[in-house]
DNA sequence: GTGCCTTTGTGAAGCCATGCACAAAGTCGA
DNA sequence: TCGACTTTGTGCATGGCTTCACAAAGGCAC
C-alpha cells in the first residue's frame, strides 16, 4: 500500500510527475555522455519515451529551465533534477533479507551511480551471517536497529519472505525510518507519513499473461461457455 | 500505444482494474490457505489494501460473481480471476541474462506457483552457459529464437546490462514474441502488439528519496526560499 | 534593429480513475 | 411468508492526468 504524502502538495509537483522525473534524468545522462548540450523537449520526450507536452508540463513543475527556440540546457537540466529528487545528497540504504534477490541487489552497481549507498546487509539466517557480499559484512538482523540509528539509514529494503516482512516493517519504522521499498508479495500496514513503495514481479507477469491471452484468444478461455455456470 | 475497439460486450477491462487484480488474487489466495470460505468486499479490500467501493467495481467488470447480503465465494472468485489473468493455462518463460538479477529470477519460487513456468534460461556470457540453476541448464543466447520456437516461449525477460537490451529485444520479437519484462534501464522500442512493462529498482529508489527529502528538509536543499523561511 | 523561425510554457478540453451514497437484491430468523 | 438486515453493483460527482493547440518568448541572420 501506498500513502500519499501530503507534503508532496508543498511545492505542488503531482505524483505522476515525480515518478517521471528519474526517467528524463536516465535519458539526460545518456545524452550527457555523447556530449550533447542542449536538447529540445521533443528529442528528449522521445529518449525518454513519453509525450512532448507531457514532459513540458512536467519540466514547468520545476521551474523555467528552458530557453525558447533552443531548448534545454542538459548538465543544468541534470542539476535541477538530480536536486529535486535529492539525489545531490546521500542516501544511507539498508538490505534486510539476503537471499537470492538481496545478494542481487547488494551487488547491484546502479544503486551507488545514483547517491543510494548500501550501508547494511541484515538477515536472521545465521549460515548467512558473516557472508562478504560487494564489500559488506552481513550483519544479524538482532542488530537491525543499532544499524539504522548508527549509520544514518533512511530507506530500507525489504527483500525477507512474505511471512516476515510485516514483522521487519514493523522494527524499522519503530526505529525511525519513512521509506521503504518491499519486494515480499504482501500488503504492508504502515502508520501516515510512512512511504512504502512495492515491487513485485508476480503481479508484473500477471498483467502481461492477461494482455497476452487477449491477443491469442481474445479472451478468456471459452467465456461464452462458461457464462451460465454460476450458482 | 494499443488502442482497444469497444465492443458491445464489456470485454474493455481497464487497465488500472487489471493491475490489481493480481492483488485480489494473492489476497484471496491468503484467505482460502485459513479455511474461508465467502468474504464481503469490505474484508477483502481491507486485505487487499484498497477502497471497498473500487474493489466491488473492479470486480463488476468480470461479471456479477458476488451474492448480495452474504459477499464472495472465495473460490469461485480465485478461478474467476485466475481465469481472466490467464492463469489457468501454463505460460513458458525465457529469462535472457543470467547474471545476479536472472539468477535471483530463475531460484524464484513464486513465479511457478502462479502458473509461470521457466522454460529457459539464455545467456552469451560462456562462462555462465552450462550452470545449473534451479534445475535448467543455462543456454548461450545465440539458440535465442530456437528456444522460443521450440519451447513455446511467450513471455520473456530481459536482465541483461542496458546495452544488450534493445538487441535482445529486437530479436525475441523477430522470434514471434509480444511480451516482455524488462528489468534493464533502458526504454525499449517496440511495434505496435508488443507490451513492454519495466521494473526498475532505481527509479523506486528516486521516488522514495524524493519524499524522503520533503519530510527532512520540507523541499530539495538550497531552495529559492530557503532564506525566508526562517524564524 | 527587424523579421523570421524555433521552441517553450500553459490554458483548456477531454478522458479516466476514484470514492461516495444508495437502491436493488439477496439472506436469515421467526 | 414476511420483515429486518446485510452487502452488492452502480450512477454520479469530483479530481487528477493527458493531450492538443497556440501565443509568447527568445535566438539568429542580416
Ligand atoms: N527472487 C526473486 O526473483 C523474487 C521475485 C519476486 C519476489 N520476490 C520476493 O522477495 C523476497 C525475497 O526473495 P528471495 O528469493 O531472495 O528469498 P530467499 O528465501 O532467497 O531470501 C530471503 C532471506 O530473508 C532472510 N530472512 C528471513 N526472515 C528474516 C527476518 N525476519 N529478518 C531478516 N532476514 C530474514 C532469510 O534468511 C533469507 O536469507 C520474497 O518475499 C520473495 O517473495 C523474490
Ligand atoms: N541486480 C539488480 O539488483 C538490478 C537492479 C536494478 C536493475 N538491474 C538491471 O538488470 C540488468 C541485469 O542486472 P545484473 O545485476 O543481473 O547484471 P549482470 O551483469 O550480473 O548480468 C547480466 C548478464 O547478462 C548477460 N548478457 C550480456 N549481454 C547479453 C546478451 N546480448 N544476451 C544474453 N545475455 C547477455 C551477461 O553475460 C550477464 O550474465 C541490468 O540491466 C541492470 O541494470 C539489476
Given amino acids: 500500500m501506498i500513502r500519499r504524502i501530503p507534503q508532496a502538495r508543498e511545492r505542488g509537483i503531482p505524483d ?6 528519474p526517467l528524463y534524468l536516465r535519458a539526460l545522462n545518456g545524452l ?45 537540466l541534470i542539476y535541477q533534477i538530480s536536486r529535486e529528487l535529492g539525489l545531490t545528497q546521500d542516501w544511507a540504504v539498508a538490505i534486510v533479507g539476503v537471499g537470492n534477490l538481496g545478494r542481487a541487489l547488494a551487488n547491484y552497481g546502479g544503486f551507488v551511480s545514483r547517491g543510494f549507498r548500501v550501508a547494511g546487509l541484515l538477515d536472521a539466517d545465521p549460515a548467512v551471517v558473516g557472508d562478504h557480499i560487494a564489500g559488506l559484512t552481513v550483519e544479524h538482523s538482532d ?82 461457455d462458461w457464462a451460465g455456470e454460476a450458482g
Fill in 16 to 21: 505522476a510527475t515525480v515518478a517521471r522525473l
Fill in 32 to 76: 550527457a555522455e555523447r556530449g550533447t548540450a542542449t536538447v529540445s523537449s521533443e528529442d528528449l520526450a522521445l529518449a525518454a519515451g513519453v509525450n512532448s507536452a507531457k514532459l513540458r508540463k512536467d519540466l514547468s513543475h520545476l521551474g523555467s529551465y528552458g530557453t525558447r527556440g533552443v531548448g534545454y540546457d542538459v548538465q543544468y
Fill in 143 to 224: 542488530g537491525l536497529e543499532a544499524v539504522i540509528r548508527k549509520r544514518g539509514v533512511s530507506i530500507v529494503v525489504i527483500a525477507t519472505p512474505a511471512t516476515a516482512a510485516q514483522q521487519v516493517c514493523d522494527r524499522v519504522i519503530a526505529a525511525g525510518v519513512t521509506s521503504i521499498l518491499n519486494f515480499a508479495p504482501v500488503v504492508l500496514t504502515v502508520p501516515d507519513g510512512v512511504d512504502v513503495r512495492k515491487v513485485d514481479l508476480s503481479i508484473e507477469l500477471q498483467i502481461l499473461a492477461f494482455h497476452e491471452q487477449r491477443k491469442v484468444t481474445g479472451g478468456p478461455m471459452m467465456a461464452e
